[in-house]
């Protein structure tokens, strides 16, 4: 089968999906229709987009996201509910109390959740709550709140859609480090309080050689399926949810050839643990990826290059999803 989600679908697992910006590009749609069931939002549901002041909810680019999906068939990732970055300031320098803050978090979840409803397949709630090392991370909800935002924020999506699959969202969780063991204990956290949690998304940022801004290659496949048991056997489900694997560019065929094993044996990790039910890839061709514009020097990080042909990493990705 050369589709990426039928493939994924007789693996019997539940999506492929790509991060969505909607453009001018032809290309996109088919290859979307082609290889996958299922899309996260790239940027429009942030608060910044949703709720860019108090109160006042700008739903016009959101909006077009749940249309394509049930337009085309497909599962959304919505992304996000409660994080500490594209946070209008109105929240983040608000000087608000405590109780202030839940009510605008309630406001805000409330919202956003029963417009969706019918639309979003799984929420993001809470994003990058963590330190690379494992602490909370300071930020508005954190500082104002303490840990219990957490299930807080759990609780209200719940409140007010109890289909939708919740999760608890960050980067570097792979390593199977301090970071994971602390993503493990937000899960404990939230069910000690009697609330719901149903997966834990791994970001999957990683690079394919050493680069100014990755600690190293992509950790083997056994320290992956290391860090997706870690949370998977707290009883919820693990899911990549924003695949890339950058690198120093210019790109050379040898490096993507070391990218196209690094995309096989993060597909292969997902099929050898039961409860990895899917993975997104953040993004379709090269020409958009978020990585250059942010980390300098590095890129090429998707499964299609500039011009939307196939890279070896797709084959590579496609062989490690048959793996299972
Ligand atoms: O839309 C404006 C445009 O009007 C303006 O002219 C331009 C100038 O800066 O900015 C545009 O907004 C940019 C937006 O992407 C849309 O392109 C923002 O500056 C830019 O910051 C934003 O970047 C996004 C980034 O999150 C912000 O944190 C990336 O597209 C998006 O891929 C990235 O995704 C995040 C996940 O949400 C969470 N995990 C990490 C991941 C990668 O950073």
Redesign the pocket.
Known sequence: DDSLYKAMKKAGRSFIGT?L?IRNETREGEIIKQEFNSF?P??SM?WESTEPSRNNFTFEDADRYAAYAKKNNLQIHC??LV?H??LPEWVSNGGFDNKTLISIMENHIKTLVTRYKSVCTRWDVV??ALNDNGTYRSSVWYDTIGEAFLPIAFRLANKYDNKAKLFY?D?NLEYNDNKTVAAKNIVKLIKSYGVKINGVGY?A?LASEVTPTAPGPAPDQKTLEAALHATADEGVDVVY??IDVRMNTPATAEKLAVQAATYERIAASCLAVKRCIGMTV??ISDKY???P??FTGEGAALIWDENYNKKPAYNGFLEGINSG
């Open positions: 991060a910006t996260t790239e940027n942030k992304h996000n994080w970055s594209q994003n990058e969202n980067y970001q940022h949810t924003e953040w993004g990826s978020w990585i514009g942010v």
